[in-house]
């Protein structure tokens, strides 16, 4: 079955300093990986994506990701952080077993940017 | 630019009581599906569209949820005799590319089962 595990509940950094929420996924095949961000009483907002190439992707407000096919992980990464960036962070990953229209999402990973 | 919306944004119901809960997707997105969050959980695929076909239903929890996009256009998500255990938020999502495309998610209805 495909899974995602983010390891932290929470992530706390200060403003300006660089940030890392941690994604591994469990997938048969190739899989395709996701981050979304969830602000209070609002929908999930896509940040960016891998589907395949290059293994280093970057997507919205700065944020990027690495695909690293043999720890299976999809860490999220930031060079500095803003204290707006405080909201809930969900990883997700779709394969070729459960269609790749059908998005396995990960527990969620709350980051924290101090002022 | 519009974006999907859903309505209503909150939803009480008493147990036993039927509801509907509607989803407007992104103007021509031929992909739109169906999550439930439930609290501090991510969100669960219950069901997924293509134009007017629902081509994979396997995530409904039970036969008492029901969804139907007859125009290809708008969802209805409807649950009928509601538990306690359905209160969650309900989101919906559209796509673009019904093979890989990102989904894009409205709000959601936060549904309140009492």
């Known amino acids: 079955a495909q899974s995602v595990a983010q390891p932290e509940d929470q992530v706390n950094v200060a403003e300006g300093n660089p940030l890392t929420v941690k994604c591994t996924y469990s997938?048969?095949?190739?899989?395709?990986l996701f981050w979304y961000v969830q602000y209070p009483n609002r929908g999930l907002q896509f940040l960016l994506k891998?589907?395949?190439?290059?293994?280093l992707v970057k997507g919205s407000y700065g944020f990027e990701a690495e695909f690293n096919k043999s720890q299976t992980s999809f860490h999220l990464k930031k060079p500095s952080a803003l204290v707006s960036d405080s909201a809930l962070y969900f990883c997700?990953?779709?394969?070729?077993?459960?269609?790749?229209?059908?998005?396995?999402f990960g527990t969620g990973t709350r980051l924290l940017v101090s002022p | 630019g519009a974006g999907v919306s859903q309505s209503p944004r909150y939803k009480v119901a008493k147990r036993g009581q039927d509801v509907a809960l509607r989803c407007d997707p992104i103007s021509g997105h031929v992909s739109l599906f169906w999550y439930q969050q439930a609290l501090g959980q991510g969100p669960e695929f219950l069901t997924y569209f293509q134009n007017e076909a629902q081509l994979d239903k396997s995530g409904l929890p039970s036969d008492r949820f029901f969804a139907e996009r007859p125009e290809g256009s708008v969802s209805t998500l409807k649950i009928q005799r509601t538990q306690q255990e359905d209160s969650a938020v309900y989101l919906c999502?559209?796509?673009?590319?019904?093979?890989?495309?990102?989904?894009?998610f409205g709000p959601g209805t936060r549904l309140l089962v009492l």
């Open positions: 999502a559209s796509s673009s590319d019904p093979q890989v495309g990102t989904q894009y």
């Open positions: 891998y589907i395949t190439g290059d293994n």
């Open positions: 997938v048969s095949g190739n899989p395709y």
């Open positions: 997700a990953v779709s394969g070729v077993l459960t269609g790749f229209q059908k998005l396995v």
